[in-house]
């Protein structure tokens, strides 16, 4: 997860708070000390950590807890709440037709940056063209290529072309019919006045809507004046942090950053071209507390289940009502397959922070590709049917998977589990609610009609 570290020590404040025996000012003392330290090891600026922590400490001692809400809810709510002012600083970019211009230093991440920006956008539905306008560095074209044809979006170059404004004039033209057009500049390795020059030439003939500077978020804190000074030079309207998934600079960068004119837009989150995320101050916060981002998940499958609608309305109202088969356990692992790492979709679920740590992804991710291997040696009956799985069935399925009965069974298992769970769902008036509310496409009524006349779980609530 992005920021794990300050995210467990965050979480360590909450813990504090909603274990201790009453509300008082000695504890209120004690958390803001915690919450100091936090995010001083987290690279925040002194400034900031202290201004967020004398904001708590009097909220915390003067405000009156809404109606209905404990004294350590109330606190909970604050340091929640200035965790998300510390960080919230504007808009996202906007889902519609529109030219980005992306600048920055050498070794930022910026042709990558738009290979993902590209992928981002056509996922969202538009049509999306990659404009080469890097001229100094050989490769740069030829990487925007490949990152193209990745991600199913025309690019443009001209190889040999030193004139980096042209590039642009023609791309822009070549492109008049994309709904999204991205532009990748060329870099130095300190702000120069040539530079300067040229992404100001840029500028003037892209009119882009956005002017998007890419950061290494490794720069912490220095991410601040690198942002301030890009903004002066060309009017920068938004950031990108990169590679926030493995440093421990990453709060530095976002809070330095966010105080500035330009407000972030994208954290690079990891290698895979789908990691790159739309900042979301409030999101961003729920996760790091442990809260989860249910919204964020579900963005993730409408994407990457485009097409699958029914399928997946299908699963869902079968995980509700109980009717839970190895064919909707096949389902729900590819999607999770089809999603990303199972890592990150864990850290989108509410409260799983206190299991996370105990959980080997890579050895539980090995483990579904497994199951997956066994089902396919599995009949349609037999998947439907999963009670018909015995004896020399787990034998033949087992020479067909190329494993041991042992595996197949464990699997029987696991889905035995599982449907117990789902089971438990099912009766729980609350959670399946709280589904429905979620995903939106399970009628309730029909639901409740097949609940009460015994669904295949047997009774009703």
């Not at 000390?33 to 925040?44: G, N, P, S």
């Not at 063209?129 to 025309?154: F, N, T």
């Amino acid at each position: 997860m992005v920021l794990d570290g300050l995210g467990k020590s965050l979480r360590s404040v909450l813990d504090r708070v909603n274990g201790s025996a009453a509300i008082d000012e000695a504890l209120i003392k004690d958390v803001a000390k915690e919450l100091q330290r936090a995010l001083l090891q987290a690279d925040v600026n002194v400034q900031l950590v202290l201004k967020l922590t004398n904001n708590v400490r009097t909220r915390a001692l003067e405000e009156k807890p809404a109606a209905g809400k404990s004294a350590k809810q109330h606190v909970t709510r604050i340091i929640y709440e200035e965790l998300v002012n510390l960080l919230k600083n504007g808009e996202p970019i906007a889902l519609k037709p529109q030219t980005i211009m992306l600048v920055g230093l050498y070794g930022q991440g910026k042709t990558t940056s738009a290979g993902k920006l590209a992928n981002y956008f056509i996922k969202k539905g538009f049509s999306v063209g990659l404009i080469g306008a890097d001229v100094y560095r050989p490769a740069a074209l030829d990487q925007l290529k490949q990152l193209g044809a990745k991600v199913g979006a025309e690019v443009y170059g001209e190889p040999g072309e030193s004139d980096a404004v042209k590039i642009v004039r023609n791309g822009l033209e070549k492109f008049a019919d994309k709904k999204i057009r991205i532009i990748d500049t060329s870099g130095r390795h300190a702000l120069e006045d040539d530079l300067i020059e040229e992404i100001i030439g840029i500028s003037k003939v892209a009119n882009a809507d956005e002017r998007v500077l890419v950061l290494d978020s490794q720069v912490g804190q220095q991410a601040g004046p690198q942002a301030k000074a890009f903004n002066e030079a060309v009017d920068v309207s938004g950031v990108i942090l990169t590679k926030m998934d493995g440093t421990a600079k990453g709060g530095g960068a976002l809070s330095a950053v966010a105080t500035t004119n330009a407000r972030i837009v994208f954290l690079g989150v990891g290698e895979h071209i789908r990691d790159l995320e739309a900042f979301d101050a409030d999101r961003f916060i729920s996760r790091l507390l442990g809260m989860g981002d249910l919204a964020g998940l579900v963005e993730i499958a409408k994407e990457e289940m485009a097409g699958e609608e029914e399928d997946m309305e299908a699963l869902a109202r079968n995980m509700m009502s109980g009717h839970f088969t190895l064919t909707d356990m096949y389902a729900q692992m590819k999607a999770v397959k089809k999603m990303g790492a199972l890592k990150k979709l864990v850290g989108l679920l509410p409260g799983m922070n206190k299991v996370e740590d105990k959980i080997d992804f890579d050895a539980s991710q090995a483990k579904l590709d497994q199951y997956r291997v066994i089902m396919d040696s599995m009949t349609k009956q037999e998947k439907d049917e999963p009670a018909l799985i015995k004896g020399k069935r787990i034998e033949r399925i087992a020479k067909g998977a190329g494993v041991t009965p042992h595996d197949v069974k464990e699997l029987l298992k696991q889905y035995n589990n599982s449907k117990k769970m789902m089971g438990s769902v099912s009766k729980d008036r609350k959670m399946r609610k709280k589904m429905q509310k979620q995903f939106g496409n399970v009628d309730p009524k029909a639901l409740e009609e097949f609940q009460n006349s015994g669904g295949l779980n047997g009774g009703s609530e």
